[in-house]
Structure formats: C-alpha cells, structure tokens
C-alpha cells in the first residue's frame, strides 16, 4: 500500500514539472498585443499574438472602433500571427475591444486600444545648461559676444607685443 502511494505521489509531482496535467496553463502565449495602444483617428494599428501557435492565422474584429474585420497572418517573430488595421477619421475618443479569433481551434484573444482626439507631442525646450546661440535674450546674446570680441583683441594685443619682445 504504501509502495502504490509513494508511486503515485512520485508520478503526479513529475507530471507536474513537466508540465503535465497538472500544471497550470501558461499565460504568456494568450495575449494580444496592440501597437501602438493609443492612437489618433486615421492612425494605423498593428495587432500580434502567439495564441494561435506556430504558422497561425486568425480573423480580427475591429468593429467595436468602427475599423470592420482584418486578417493575422504568421508574422516576422516565430510563433505570432500578425495583422493591421486603419481606425476611421470618424473614430470617437474612447477604449475600444479588439477580438481575435484563431483559425485553428476557434481560441479567442483580446485586447484594449484608446483612441485619442491628439497626439502627445513633446513640447518646450530641454535645460541642459548649455545656452544656443540666439538665446531668449538678445541683449545678453550682444554682450556675450561683445566680451568675447574684446577677450580676442586683447589676447592678440598681448602676443603681438610678446613677440616684439616688449614683454608684458
């Protein structure tokens, strides 16, 4: 009896580090990745995942952003089914659901996508302590430039006469 348990105990806990049936589904192959995850209206959008295996191909619904049905097909990275879209001018601010459906098995993924009324552009200047050349102020750009005249005069005045040897 005890030989029988030990067995079975043996068995299960290989199972389960082999990824047997006991062991808990992965996670890292159900997504859907959408990128970019915010766009504007009119932007493209490109959608990936890895649920629907090696040479995979899926059918996406972009409906719910007004975009209609795409195609994922097996794309640059081994193992993903890729697929891209347009979201309409007409788009609303908002989140939106993108669904795909694997051809093989009928597996279902999702995936969010906002759409926003702007781009984020970066704005302002970026204080690095270095000044430009035309500065905000030019009254300190001209005096800046009147010291360093003056600087080089005087520099070239005291190695002229160096070189006469008139001394300092």
């Known amino acids: 009896m005890r030989r029988t348990a030990r ?10 580090a082999v990824g047997g049936p006991l062991a808990a589904p992965a996670q890292a192959a159900g997504g859907l990745d959408v990128f970019p995850s915010s766009v504007v209206p009119g932007g493209p959008v490109t959608v990936s995942t890895a ?23 097996p794309g640059a990275h081994e193992g993903e089914a890729t697929g891209q879209f347009e979201v309409p001018p007409s788009a609303q601010p908002g989140t939106y659901e993108i669904v795909v ?32 050349a035309l500065g905000p102020d030019p009254v300190q750009t001209a005096a800046g430039v009147a ?10 005045w005291l190695l002229h006469r160096r070189a006469r040897g008139d001394g300092i």
Do not use: N
């Open 7 to 16: 067995l079975l105990t043996g068995a299960a806990l290989a199972a389960a």
């Open 51 to 73: 649920a629907c295996g090696v040479g995979g191909t899926a059918d996406g619904d972009a409906s719910a952003v007004g975009a209609g049905h795409f195609t994922l097909a």
């Open 101 to 132: 459906a694997c051809a093989r098995g009928g597996r279902e993924v999702r995936g969010d996508l906002v759409v926003t009324l702007t781009a984020v552009q970066p704005r302002g200047s970026v204080k690095t302590g270095v000044g430009g």
């Open 147 to 156: 010291a360093l005249a003056v600087a080089a005069a005087g520099g070239t």
